[in-house]
């Protein structure tokens, strides 16, 4: 009797601190200086990684809902750099994105810039960079935002960040990828699989006879997927990219790249045993099957001196986003608008290996698209200001926009978009072979980043509520840098109107400091993009196009994966 009445009282002093905390509205302040360091991986081998302060992994951030995040960076790389924060909205702080040349012009070394992040949402995130492929080498690091009313109770809370890790930079390895040769272009990559910067091997999650813990799942790494379970404990699915969603049993959770989840799983009742949890990496690019995937386990720890159990469970199984439920229960949205997008790749008239929404490879602008937008005045609804290979869309504010992405490729896209969560309404394949399909629920899941394998294909819906500069991209670093990107300007009108004058400090300055023009179309004039302007883009070459039909010899993981084909 005594300790229920202890229990209650304490309830209500954590419920008293929670209110008072949501009151606060804190401003969560960090001085970043981004340089590489030397990391060495458990004594193995030594490469360099971008780094914040002296240190990779660089600390995660933690914050409130309602708090705003604050990052001064300084700039201690000899390029460019950029932070952006992954799933969040940035409603009415489009400029704060950090998609370089999209919406700023990246910082340049030696310079500086603050950014302000309103966190109107809770969840699991983070914050990596978006210029060329500095993710993969490194600069990315979990965001949590706790919710002072969380729904589902739990005792502790435990981050895994999970994250492949190569021998070579990124700049290396794309090259490689360029590689219009394909016998070159697939050379096994054989990563590492870290968390937290350590070996997976290496890495022990400590449970407590009894406790609930929530497990924070992120796939922060460059581009492959994990698939996380724990022998002899079954998990409960309760959030997707940010989403809460209505508890589902699972075996494991797959994440793909940029990818988030959060799971409930309660520790046994003795320490007489510890377990093994995995976390498999499923690895496209590799064309030998036998190191497909790679398997890398690591201890659940319930005493240092306990004997490790074997309960092994061999299913792989895909996140069923099609069956999940939000549990804000917003119901299906009604379209308005179609827009479907071709994922094709091949070798483009520039002899390189090339991605493709519809043909067009992204290529950066040399104004970034919200200063196009911000000042080209009534011409910011011509999606030709923003140039051809840009890919823009041009929304209305509040129209429902429906995309269909259609994968022609023979290896997935974990597809993701800036500025909003989608709902996803139907999922199938493109093959014509086996024409299978099928409908979300009434209230379809909503998600910031949807996997679409190979041959498949993805419906999405979201409302242009927020209007901005989003990017819709692939989330494999290597692919984003062959073009695989497209953009959306949402409400161009109201982006002058909420925008215009109230560019934070040194945007503009960090532009000038690297030569870029501050207005103009996408290159800086006047008008619609010609086509001459755009001469040296690549074009695809029609007989050297790949497609969802891979090369014999290839193990497709998509089907291990499974996908909608259960
Ligand atoms: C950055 O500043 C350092 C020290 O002031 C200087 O040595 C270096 O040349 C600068 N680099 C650039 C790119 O301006
Ligand atoms: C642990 O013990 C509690 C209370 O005896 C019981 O309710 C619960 O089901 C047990 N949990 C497991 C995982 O065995
Ligand atoms: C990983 O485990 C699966 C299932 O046991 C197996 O088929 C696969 O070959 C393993 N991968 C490696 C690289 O050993
Ligand atoms: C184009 O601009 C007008 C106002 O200048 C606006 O009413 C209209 O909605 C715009 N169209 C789009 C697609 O934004
Ligand atoms: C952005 O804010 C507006 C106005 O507060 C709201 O109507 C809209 O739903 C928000 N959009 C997003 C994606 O947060
Ligand atoms: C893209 O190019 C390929 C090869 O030229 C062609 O087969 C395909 O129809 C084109 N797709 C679109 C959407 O234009
Ligand atoms: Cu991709």
Redesign the pocket.
Known sequence: MLSLLRGCALAWVALLLLAARAAEARSIEHFWDIEEVDFSLAGMFTRKAIGVNGQWPIPRVEATQGDTLVIHVTNKLNEPTSLHAHGI?Q??TNYYDGASMVTECGIPPNGTFTYEIPL?QAGTYWIHSHYKSQTADGLRTPLIIHDPNEVYKYDEEIVLPLEDWFHEPASVMIKQFRNPDPSIRFTPIVPYGLIDGTCINRHRINFSPGKTYRIRLLNIGASFDFHFSIEGHHVRLIEVDGVMVKERGMHGVGVAVGQRASILVTARNTTNWNYMFHADMFTDLLQMPQYNPLNFTGTVEYSPTALTAREPCATWLTVPDLDLEPLDGEPMLEADRQITLNAYSGVFSDQTFRHSFNNYTYVTPRVPTLLTALSVGKDANKSLVYGHQTNAYVLRHMEVVEVTINNHDYYSHPFHIH??VFQIIEVGSIRSQDRTSKMAQDTPVKRDTVVVHGGQYAVIRF?A??PGVWLLHCHIDFHIMLGLQMTFIEAPDKIQQNMRGRLPDRYKENCIAQGIKTTGNAFGNQGEVQAEEDQEVPTPYPDRFESYEPPSGWKIVSYILGGNKG
């Open positions: 909205f409603n009415g109107q500025g909003h409302r509520d927020n």
